[in-house]
């Protein structure tokens, strides 16, 4: 492919090899072994992306990417690669930065409401199966209907609690709820918030709008979510993505095939994704990867192997980055033969030889041309990046955080009056809040329950495009009504 103006440059074989920007929502593909240069590729597209104005959101998931945030250049290996590829004018360059973390540990905490993630969601983290998940559903619902409010884990512990206590109150208008389908869900609770995944949710939630800035060069912010320890729970980190991935597609406008993407997201360890999902899940996150791209944002997924992702959502993926396959085993083998027929071919490529032949650094790439058909694949050494190789230290990364525009925002937790609050005080005054059907009348006055109804409705209005995509495209795999 050759180069084009404000086309990236990635790669390099006999000629550069370059994504274009206006093709870059039209989603990708790194792939390859542990160890064969795809940390250094995210990099490379991060920063590439970043220089043009592009937010990126990225997933740190080894704790290897912190180092964009300061210039490189010293690190032997890099220079041996821009020598290699006789790249002239390459010059060292640190890129705006802001670190996310669920823990609130190194990075700013980084939080969803419990009503915003939706029971389905949520049931999947709680590892509920398909009755139990029905019974967390109804439990959304009264509380919805009652004006609680979801918001952290310690409401929704609470509203389990008070439906279980009350369970042959809400037959006859909601459905049967067993009390053992109440008691694996309030266990798995217990067992989400001891691996601290009660972190996860509160306020204040994550405005998204806060992931799509840009610094005072027009540069796009590189926004990275400190994942190593939340790596520990791969449901949760892969739920977590793909919730961030459905809202985005809720929130933003359409858009169609900008010049430049609205914001590039790499889902790293994406076969995490797809593992133990219902086939009717499947098939709606493939509908989410297909319709999000007219809101400009272009997901790459990041995994070893092709094969983890399924043909629906692989066949989607028009810019590629393969690095080296290993071919040990005969499903090894038919592995690469797969992802070698993957390629639009060239006839001075053995694709499949060549997946299994490729040195670190170096990878099979294909990219979308301008009329939006894949490139022939091209055997190519990737440039490398102009940020540290190195992370940063402790107090590089503190640094960062206090400096970063959103220092002290997120870091102040609100607890305001909610589910927990409204059910423990009736519960200490021994009287019961009214629910339909249960032919008791409202204890509060009725101002006090229209106010908190209208800053449920607030809440649900707030986010209102946000569910409907979960009533729409993703109907009731993700959530009810909500």
Same mark, same amino acid.
């Given at each position: ?5 404000d086309s =990236?440059l ?6 550069d ?9 039209r ?6 072994a542990?160890?064969?240069?795809k ?6 597209l ?22 964009i ?8 290996k890099?220079?041996?690669?821009i020598?290699?590829?006789g ?26 409401t ?6 389905? =969601?949520?049931?999947? *983290? ?13 439990i ?9 409010l979801? =918001?952290?884990?310690?409401?929704l512990?609470?509203?389990?609690k ?7 109150q809400?037959t006859t208008?909601?459905?049967?709820i ?6 694996a869900?309030?266990r798995? =609770? ?8 009660d ?5 204040p939630?994550?405005?998204l ?10 540069r ?6 400190t ?12 739920t ?16 169609g ?10 889902f !790293? ?6 593992? !133990? ?5 499947? !098939?709606k ?9 007219s809101?400009?944002v272009? /997901? ?5 192997n ?27 083998q038919?592995?690469v ?8 071919p060239?006839p ?11 040195? /670190?650094?170096?990878?099979?790439v294909?990219?979308?041309d ?7 694949v091209?055997?190519a ?11 940063l230290s402790?107090?590089e990364?503190?640094q960062?955080?206090?400096?970063s ?9 609100? !607890?305001?009056?909610s589910?927990?609050?409204r ?5 200490e ?24 109804m209208?800053?449920s ?19 009731? *795999? ?5």
């Amino acid at each position: 492919m050759t180069r084009e103006k404000d086309s =990236l440059l990635v790669a390099r074989a006999k000629d550069d090899i370059v994504l274009l920007p206006g093709m870059a929502n039209r989603h990708g593909l790194v792939a390859g072994a542990t160890g064969t240069g795809k940390t250094v590729t995210l990099r490379v597209l991060a920063e590439q992306f970043s220089r043009i104005g592009v937010p990126v959101f990225m997933a740190d998931v080894k704790g290897d990417l912190s180092g964009i945030a300061l210039a490189g250049g010293e690190n032997p290996k890099v220079k041996e690669r821009i020598q290699e590829l006789g790249l002239s004018g390459f010059s060292p360059e640190a890129f705006p930065v802001v670190f996310w973390d669920v823990f609130g540990q190194s990075g700013h905490p980084l939080r969803a409401t419990v009503s915003e993630m939706g029971p389905l =969601l949520l049931g999947r *983290i709680l590892n509920l199966n398909e009755i139990q998940g029905g019974v967390l559903t109804l439990i959304f619902k009264i509380a919805d209907d009652n004006g609680l409010l979801l =918001l952290d884990l310690k409401d929704l512990r609470m509203m389990v609690k008070h439906v279980g206590d009350n369970a042959a109150q809400f037959t006859t208008e909601y459905g049967n709820i067993s009390a053992a389908s109440v008691g694996a869900i309030q266990r798995n =609770l217990l067992s989400l918030e001891e691996q601290g995944g009660d972190m996860l949710f509160g306020e204040p939630a994550l405005n998204l709008r806060d992931l799509l800035q840009t610094d005072s060069n027009g540069r796009g912010v590189v926004n990275i979510l400190t994942a190593d320890r939340l790596m520990k729970s791969p449901k949760l980190y892969a739920t977590l993505l793909l919730w961030m991935l459905s809202e985005l597609f809720e929130q933003l406008p359409e858009v169609g095939d900008p010049p430049n993407p609205t914001l590039v997201f790499f889902f !790293d360890e994406a076969h995490l994704l797809f593992e !133990d999902v219902p086939k009717a899940l499947e !098939d709606k996150i493939e509908q989410v990867v297909r319709l999000i791209r007219s809101k400009g944002v272009g /997901v790459y997924f990041v995994t070893q192997n092709p094969l983890d992702l399924p043909e629906t959502v692989l066949g989607q993926l028009g810019n590629r980055v393969q690095h080296a396959l290993r071919a040990f085993t005969p499903r090894d083998q038919r592995a690469v033969k797969a992802a070698a027929e993957t390629f639009r071919p060239n006839p001075d490529v053995d694709v499949a030889a060549a997946i299994t032949e490729l040195r /670190v650094g170096e990878g099979l790439v294909s990219f979308l041309d301008k009329k939006g058909a894949p490139g022939m694949v091209e055997r190519a050494l990737i440039c490398p990046p102009r940020s540290r190789l190195e992370p940063l230290s402790p107090e590089e990364r503190a640094q960062v955080i206090a400096a970063s525009p959103l220092a002290g925002h997120y870091e102040r937790a609100i !607890d305001r009056e909610s589910a927990y609050e409204r059910l423990k005080g009736k519960a200490e005054e021994g009287q019961k809040v009214e629910t339909p059907g249960a032919g008791q009348e409202y204890i509060e006055g009725g101002k006090k329950i229209l106010q908190a109804m209208a800053k449920s409705a607030a809440h649900a209005i707030g986010s209102q495009i946000g569910r409907q995509i979960i009533r729409g495209v993703l109907g009731s *795999i993700f959530g009810g009504k909500r």
